[in-house]
């Protein structure tokens, strides 16, 4: 998809924001040892940083062949 190429500022912020956002969720939810929510939470800052990933990688995915 182009779009990721096209608008690499749009990009970046939303990298540092779930960057940011998942280690600070994975930390708070890592201090609430024994308690679900701490669990909750770091399963949230998990799938923040899995995002981000995703999003820093779609832009040098292959484009698929068509037969």
């Known amino acids: 998809m182009e779009f990721w190429k ?7 912020v939303l990298l540092a924001v779930l960057f940011a956002a998942g280690l600070a969720m994975i930390i708070g939810g890592w ?3 024994g308690m679900i929510t701490g669990l909750v ?3 949230l800052g998990l799938v923040c940083l899995l995002a981000a990933l995703a999003i820093y990688n779609k832009p040098f995915e292959n484009p698929k062949r068509k037969k």
Request: charged fraction near 30%; glycine fraction near 0%.
């Open 41 to 43: 939470w770091m399963l």
């Open 6 to 12: 096209e608008h690499v500022k749009l990009r970046i």
């Open 31 to 33: 201090k609430m040892t």
